[in-house]
């Protein structure tokens, strides 16, 4: 009870944030795609237009498209929910093999393939990807792990609440901008800050949560499969 | 005179119908999960091709790596045919080898769809009660449960009615007395 009290009341300021927020973007779905091309990198510091787009101008898109895989990664887990601890038998495990050729050239890739990830993740304002891709990539790596140990156990409860924290840190800082701008959803900086190098320091700090959110989102929704088999 | 790049592009579209029609028609579910990595490979170059990379590194991640690897798990899991064996006697293993009238039945119909039988007496699964047969079976992935029933001298094969292979096995069971088919009606789903 408690808790749908708490999650109505959370539905209720996000609909009054959004409401707020309406009477900005009316303004904002009049401008043409050169309005963003001309001014996109001046007022947002950040090289590469569609994490202009993503984390600034329609950041309220982002949030909920986050929100959505947070809804995903819920349902995936309800649904593999069971009751019998220890639900399934050890003897599935012995019979999933995996090539040593494959365990070998996984062990190569994993750092690589986690150091790409991180560095798509942080050059996401000056280079194409972002948020979503660079997690998207780590939870690859994370996933190649699993090959390389099949007997490794993962907390799927503590991944997910790590996964809700970073989500409610992630709409703090998007509306942190109230205070300093007066708008809710858009860089933390004012506009006139020199080179926009302090607005890098917001994209960059959103795009790592927003990476590691959706990185332990994926992470979750593999593991709930994984665990189904065994 | 169009450029490479053009050209490159009307080609990689139509490998991607190719493709498509590829992944519909063949039989072998490994084929076609390699079949749908390549398909999200040549949608990314093509995304890269129309100048949106952002997009195709999305693509590249997830739809050539994280689904196929999760096609992979969830098959792996099915190739099996899982029997529990609670009966305890020598109807499926007599003599420490598997020569029991059962283990035949059970061997013929697991070879007859490529199955790979494995009969499991893990002590913990075996104590959970008759009540709770039927849970069992909708919470692990033992496909079978094989009781005696002591007054008739019958063995029950249990399984979930929704699984297509009780049917079968309903049907291959007719020729043998001493086996019984029994299928668990399917609960709703979500309280």
Redesign the interface.
Known sequence: MIRQGILIVMLLAIFAVFIVSLSDLDQLYQTSADYFREYGAEQTGSN?L?TAILLDYRLFDSLFEAGILLIAVSGIIWISK???E???????LD??KTPDLFVTFSRLVYPLMLAFGFY?IVNGHVS???G??GG??V??AI?ILYYIDAEKETNIGMIVTVEKFLYLTILIIASLSIFTRGTFFTNVFPYDTHGGSNQAIYLVTLNILVGFKVALG?WA??TA??K??R | MPDMLEITAYALQVLLIIMAIAIVTHKNTGTIIVLIAVFSLVTASLYVINKAPDVAIAEVAIGSAIIPLIYVISISRQREFIVLDKAMDDFIISDDAFTGVGYIFLKRFTDFYHLELNISNDVRLCSVGRGREQKLCEETNVDLIVSKDEETGKYLLKGKESNILMHKLKQMARDYDAIEVITFKDRDFGD
């Open positions: 590469n569609v069971h009751d019998i220890e639900k399934n038998a050890r003897f599935m019979k999933f798509i194409p990807g972002g979503f891709q998207a990539i939870a690859t996933l994926l929704i593999f499969f994984l189904e088999g």
